[in-house]
């Protein structure tokens, strides 16, 4: 079983940029598709962004399209989102994932494999 620890939120005002760090125990990481989801108060969670096991590939929300980086650090077990461009509507909790699947119309989570999440909060 994966163990995932993310870091990196906090309070930001609109327009600023925030990186956040999922770091991966347990599992030979580079064994693992990753992504991010996100949950908001009231609100169901959702795909946020996912990264291939060598790194090469990258998907997106629209949302996230042209604002967020993923990327992963296979010699360091750790995965990141770069996040510029916030606005006020990503605040959220933020969960990384491991070994998400994508079922040809949506990226499915490895309901086994959540971290505790990490607060974002934009300020307007």
């Known amino acids: 079983q994966v163990h995932l620890v993310e870091s990196g939120g906090g309070l930001v005002q609109a327009g600023g940029s925030l990186r956040l760090s999922c770091a991966a125990s347990g599992r030979t990481f580079s064994d693992l598709v990753m992504g991010w989801f996100r949950q908001a108060p009231g609100e169901e969670r959702e795909f946020v962004a996912a990264i291939n096991r060598s790194g090469d590939n990258t998907y997106y929300a629209d949302s996230a399209k042209g604002r967020f980086t993923i990327s992963r650090d296979n010699a360091k077990n750790t995965m990141y989102l770069q996040m510029n461009s916030l606005k006020p509507e990503d605040t959220a909790v933020y969960y990384c994932?491991?070994?998400?699947?994508?079922?040809?119309?949506?990226?499915?989570?490895?309901?086994?494999?959540w971290g505790q999440g990490t607060q974002v909060t934009v300020s307007s």
């Open positions: 994932n491991a070994g998400l699947n994508y079922d040809g119309s949506t990226w499915i989570p490895n309901v086994a494999s």
